[in-house]
């Protein structure tokens, strides 16, 4: 068998090294070529005529990549299934927790240095040997360099650049989050090791990416221990961070989004400033993709508001139930995708019912209007409101945070009584981590209670 090798290491003695064990295998041949950093070693790779790669696990600290395991890691992730040898002054239960977990299923085999030797490195040439043996397996060993396609949108892009992150740079925690009031809503995670996933909620204001974004610490720290902001964030005592990289994530208005935030337990040995340009390039190109997106939102929103007014309540013109159903649906799926806040109001017509049976449905549908008057009254330009049932309304406050949601229902309380209507709202907050459906369901429990506390009489 005939093996085209490319061999990555930043002292060019280890070559001579390893080509005199390749040599001394039988029935093996074999072109090895080396190269002493990855950005050569990338060059190559897109010729296609490599059929092995091998790599010390210590590279150059100028190198990209900083080791040869974050560099396989990154051609697995690219999709590249040509064999791998790991070469480590450091015994396996050293490495990184992705490395190992690579090394344990098969995307890499692990050779410690001071084992090396024909006679180790001949069972793994071997086991190589089967998965090239046809025309068929060899060639597809090469297809791995496909076409550049553009992300789906952000959510793809800013889990691609998370996901980079943690393989690049080793990070035991990458995530992208979102800042909503005092709400830090994890958007994505890739995670070894702290036990963070999408969906998770911390406080903002305990956060170093607060301090980070207040100005009180820099966006990257290879040891928090030397920067009191940091040190005196509750965070801290919640989770190890020793390590710290944030990087906010703002609107083309200069608003803040969120951050793209990673942590790790451990001090570096070897700072990452010189990455750090092209990181904060990597975050504005993905703060450029996200305000486009929300910009595109902003449109399909007001286009599937248009199309909903053919699902409309003829007495009140405010949308039907199932127009609001379906605004409900577009909306929640905004609202994981971004973490949008918002917030919801049932809203009951009280007398309804004693005014029809004593002065007709002539005088109630009357009161009817003049309900759907103030609710319309109150809601800004982007909430949606809907009567959903004879004497029921609903309401979204679109983008709305609970401040902006109250105020919403201050003023309704207040039209409510100018016009002399009397109604029944109960309202909640979406959860980060829930739905609009469950907080609907709290919003019809509350104006039930509102309701029953009214007709007791009580203050």
Known sequence: MHFRILHIDDDPDEAITLREWLGDIPGFSFELESVTGTAEAEQLLGSGQYDMLIADTRLAGHDRYRSGSSFFA?????????????????????????????????????????????????????????????SESREKLHTFFKPVLPFSGFTEAANNLTKRLQSLFGFRLAMMTRVSGDDWIVLNAHDSGYGVKAGDVYHWSDSFCSRMVAGHGPMYSANVANVPAYQEAPVGEAMEIACYLGIPICRADGSLFGTVCAIDPAPRAEAIEADLPEILYECKLLGTILDGELQREELKRELEKAVAESKSDELTALYNRRGWEDLLESEEQRCKRYGHPAGVLMIDVDGLKELNDVQGHEAGDQLLKQAAQVIRQS???????????????????????????????????????????????????????????????????RMYAEKSRRKAGAP
């Open 74 to 134: 990154y051609l697995i992730d690219l999709g590249d299934i040509r064999p791998k040898i790991l070469l480590s002054g450091a015994p396996p239960d050293l490495l990184h927790d992705r490395t190992q977990s690579l090394i344990a299923n098969g995307h890499m085999a692990f050779i410690p240095k001071d084992a090396l030797s024909a006679s180790v490195l001949e069972p793994v040439m071997r086991h190589f040997s089967q998965s090239m043996a046809t």
């Open 379 to 445: 809601l800004r330009r982007e909430d949606i409101a809907a009567r959903i049932g004879g004497d029921e309304f609903a309401v979204l406050a679109v983008e709305a945070t609970a401040d902006a949601a109250g105020e919403l229902v201050r003023r309704m309380q207040k039209l409510m009584l100018d016009a002399g209507v009397e109604l029944s709202i109960g309202y909640a907050q979406r959860e980060p981590a829930g739905t609009l459906a469950a907080s609907l369901q709290v919003a019809d429990e």
